[in-house]
Nanobody
Framework: QVQLVERGGGSVQAGGSLRLSCTAS???????MGWFRQAPGKEREFVGA???????TYYGSSVKGRFTISKETENIMNLEMNRLNIEDTGLYYC??????????????????WGQGTQVTVSS
């Protein structure tokens, strides 16, 4: 069982930036680590993911060009969020998958999840 802990959420004005981090208890078994978000009344949305050993990144269309995923250490993944807008508000989850060959944007392929960290963007 892999434990994931997110940090770095908070409130920011539109146009601002935030950085989230996800610390994993163990990444040896993980092929992918990803970020998803969920706004009230909406479905969980794919933000981005990294093929952990290769460093290949994938992004959702709504964040591409504004958000960047990086590997800080073998157990820490960061999400740099720039030019934030009100639609980026939500609970952001870190997720991990030990499954090879998944669709990185498919939440059902990730068995490990953090508790989430809130991001609120105001006008």
């Amino acid at each position: 069982q892999v434990q994931l802990v997110e940090r770095g959420g908070g409130s920011v004005q539109a146009g601002g930036s935030l950085r989230l981090s996800c610390t994993a208890s163990d990444t040896f078994s993980l092929y992918y680590m990803g970020w998803f978000r969920q706004a009230p009344g909406k479905e969980r949305e794919f933000v981005g993911a990294m093929r952990w050993s290769l460093g290949t990144t994938y992004y959702g269309s709504s964040v591409k060009g504004r958000f960047t995923i990086s590997k800080e250490t073998e157990n820490i993944m960061n999400l740099e969020m720039n030019r934030l807008n009100i639609e980026d508000t939500g609970l952001y989850y870190c997720a991990g998958s030990p499954i090879w060959g998944i669709s990185p944007g498919s939440a059902t392929d990730y068995p490990y999840w953090g508790q989430g960290t809130q991001v609120t963007v105001s006008s």
